[in-house]
């Protein structure tokens, strides 16, 4: 309600007597604001805490999967000639690799003939198929017909019907001095995967009109041949050969990939990819830290800014912070490494933890002992692999009725009863800044008939005294 008098008819500074009296009424307020700051920032704080035990809980599920420790590479002594790929889990091998032959698509190309000659209308056949032999072998994919109609008939009209035509082959124009000339390429690699293009022209004569472009045995058009050929190489001095440069099928887990003929036995090796353990390793241990480094800023008080975390003294917190660290130093009983400090995951001072590097490095020498050590399968909970430990640890604080959630929920409904409280206070302020201002009001009325009535007899006696005088 707005202060309409200020105290004219008594003097009286009403506005400031009821704005002070309505600021002791609003005394309440400050408290609570600086308690509703609080519980926000504990919620603030414990929804990062929730985030990040995920974060570590979705690590152990990963530390458990039966391939985290299976993690393997390849190397090749000449990547450049002979590359490798491998899959998870491919034991570790060694050979030596020659390649004699590249595997490479066949290629046509016709005679040159003048730019924009017209070769005439007609068809054209394509079929996919096999020269291995020396004559053509037609493949079991049915042959595409391609039309070639007037006005349609120039190379690079025909070079962009075949192309949309999908016939598993390629075409293109190559001009130069003498002309130009159609040039065809197979799709795909290797001796069985060649083609056929038959065609029919409307003079009916051969090598004239569209005749000039025929790519089959018997027909003397003057189309340049080059037929496809499969990869040859020998893996341990035993020959091999693949319709193309990528050799996976005889090798369960491994994928060679050919470049380049070989001098030499090129020397491939699969072994474990200790680096990519120790990185799966390694972010399990930086969630830890990032973990522990929050709750102990958050529980802790700083001497030097002399400045108490916004967690201190929190049970939830503190209780999370103790069982934490004491799940970091729990057993797996009944493998080749019990605990984190056996594969070099150790704990320092300050709940920190830390890698030694060369530890790690000898316990990965024995990986089916690390992956045990994180995902034994055992009916006793304590048992269980570490990895599947972290994750029911991890669900135990941030899951849905985890401790962290629902010291959240109690935040939120302490957060809802000072809002209410916090309305009190601005209601009751308000009534009784109304009531004050009517209390006020009415006495500064009443002083100003006073005034008036004072006034007025005033005046009354000024004048019988000058009447009698």
Same mark, same amino acid.
């Given at each position: 309600?707005?202060?309409?008098?200020?105290? #004219?008819?008594?003097?009286?500074?009403?506005?400031?007597?009821?704005?002070?009296?309505?600021?002791?009424? @609003?005394?309440?307020?400050?408290?609570?604001?600086?308690? =509703?700051?609080?519980?926000?920032?504990?919620?603030?704080?414990?929804?990062?805490?929730?985030?990040?035990?995920?974060?570590?809980?979705?690590?152990?599920?990963?530390? =458990?999967?039966?391939?985290?420790?299976? *993690?393997?590479?390849?190397?090749?002594?000449?990547?450049?000639?002979?590359?490798?790929?491998?899959?998870?889990?491919?034991?570790?091998?060694?050979?030596?690799?020659?390649?004699?032959?590249?595997?490479?698509?066949?290629?046509?190309?016709?005679?040159?003939?003048?730019?924009?000659?017209?070769?005439?209308?007609?068809?054209?056949?394509?079929?996919?198929?096999?020269?291995?032999?020396?004559?053509? *072998?037609?493949?079991?994919?049915?042959?595409?017909?391609?039309?070639?109609?007037?006005?349609?008939?120039?190379?690079?009209?025909?070079?962009?019907?075949?192309?949309? *035509?999908?016939?598993?082959?390629?075409?293109?124009?190559? @001009?130069?001095?003498?002309?130009?000339?159609? #040039?065809?390429? $197979?799709?795909?690699?290797?001796?069985?995967?060649?083609?056929?293009?038959?065609?029919?022209?409307?003079?009916?004569?051969?090598?004239?009109?569209?005749?000039?472009?025929?790519?089959?045995?018997?027909?003397?058009?003057?189309?340049? %041949?080059?037929?496809?050929?499969?990869?040859?190489? &020998?893996?341990?001095?035993?020959?091999?050969? $693949?319709?193309?440069?990528?050799?996976?099928?005889?090798?369960?887990? %491994? &994928?060679?990939?050919?470049?380049?003929?070989?001098?030499?036995?090129?020397?491939?090796?699969?072994?474990?990819?200790?680096? *990519?353990?120790?990185?799966?390793?390694?972010?399990?241990?930086?969630?830890?830290?990032?973990?522990?480094?929050?709750?102990?800023?958050?529980?802790?008080?700083?001497?030097?800014?002399?400045?108490?975390?916004? #967690?201190?003294?929190?049970?939830?917190?503190?209780?999370?912070?103790?069982?934490?660290?004491?799940?970091? @130093?729990? =057993?797996?009983?009944?493998?080749?490494?019990?605990?984190?400090?056996?594969?070099?995951?150790?704990?320092?001072?300050?709940?920190?933890?830390? %890698?030694?590097?060369?530890?790690?490095?000898?316990?990965?020498?024995?990986?089916?002992?690390?992956?045990?050590?994180?995902?034994?399968?055992?009916?006793?909970?304590?048992?269980?692999?570490?990895?599947?430990?972290?994750?029911?640890?991890?669900?135990?604080?941030?899951?849905?009725?985890?401790?962290?959630?629902?010291?959240?929920?109690?935040?939120?409904?302490?957060?809802?009863?000072?809002?209410?409280?916090?309305?009190?206070? %601005?209601?009751?302020?308000?009534?009784?800044? =109304?009531?004050?201002?009517?209390?006020?009001?009415?006495?500064?009325?009443?002083?100003?008939?006073?005034?008036?009535?004072?006034?007025?007899?005033?005046?009354?006696?000024?004048?019988?005294?000058?009447?009698?005088?």
């Amino acid at each position: 309600m707005p202060i309409t008098s200020t105290g #004219l008819a008594s003097g009286v500074d009403i506005q400031s007597i009821v704005s002070q009296l309505v600021a002791l009424e @609003r005394a309440p307020l400050a408290p609570l604001q600086t308690q =509703a700051n609080k519980f926000q920032s504990k919620i603030s704080v414990f929804g990062t805490l929730s985030s990040m035990m995920n974060s570590l809980g979705e690590l152990g599920t990963k530390l =458990a999967d039966p391939n985290a420790f299976k *993690a393997v590479k390849g190397s090749s002594s000449a990547s450049d000639a002979v590359g490798i790929t491998v899959a998870t889990g491919t034991a570790p091998t060694a050979m030596a690799v020659e390649v004699q032959q590249l595997a490479k698509a066949q290629s046509t190309a016709t005679l040159a003939v003048p730019k924009d000659t017209a070769m005439g209308e007609g068809s054209l056949k394509i079929t996919l198929g096999d020269w291995s032999t020396g004559t053509f *072998a037609a493949g079991s994919a049915p042959a595409v017909d391609i039309g070639i109609g007037p006005g349609e008939d120039t190379l690079t009209q025909i070079a962009a019907k075949i192309n949309a *035509a999908d016939a598993g082959v390629t075409a293109t124009v190559l @001009r130069d001095a003498s002309g130009e000339r159609l #040039l065809m390429r $197979s799709k795909d690699t290797g001796e069985a995967l060649g083609f056929e293009m038959q065609a029919t022209d409307s003079d009916g004569v051969d090598n004239t009109g569209l005749s000039r472009l025929a790519v089959q045995g018997g027909v003397a058009s003057g189309v340049q %041949i080059t037929h496809g050929a499969n990869a040859m190489a &020998t893996i341990n001095g035993i020959d091999i050969e $693949s319709a193309s440069n990528t050799y996976k099928d005889g090798l369960p887990g %491994i &994928t060679l990939q050919f470049s380049k003929v070989t001098t030499g036995p090129v020397e491939i090796a699969v072994s474990n990819d200790k680096d *990519a353990m120790t990185k799966t390793i390694q972010s399990f241990v930086d969630s830890y830290n990032a973990i522990n480094d929050m709750l102990t800023s958050t529980t802790g008080y700083n001497p030097d800014t002399k400045v108490a975390g916004s #967690l201190q003294g929190d049970s939830s917190a503190v209780g999370l912070q103790n069982a934490l660290r004491g799940m970091m @130093r729990s =057993a797996t009983p009944g493998g080749a490494f019990t605990t984190l400090a056996d594969i070099g995951i150790e704990i320092k001072s300050g709940g920190k933890m830390s %890698i030694n590097s060369a530890k790690l490095s000898t316990a990965l020498d024995n990986p089916v002992g690390v992956q045990n050590l994180f995902n034994a399968d055992h009916t006793d909970p304590t048992a269980q692999g570490f990895g599947e430990k972290l994750k029911t640890f991890a669900d135990g604080f941030s899951g849905a009725s985890g401790t962290l959630t629902t010291r959240t929920e109690s935040m939120r409904a302490a957060i809802t009863r000072n809002t209410r409280e916090q309305d009190n206070v %601005i209601a009751r302020a308000a009534r009784a800044e =109304a009531r004050y201002l009517r209390q006020y009001n009415a006495m500064d009325a009443m002083v100003g008939q006073f005034n008036s009535l004072n006034s007025f007899v005033t005046q009354q006696i000024a004048q019988w005294n000058k009447a009698s005088s």
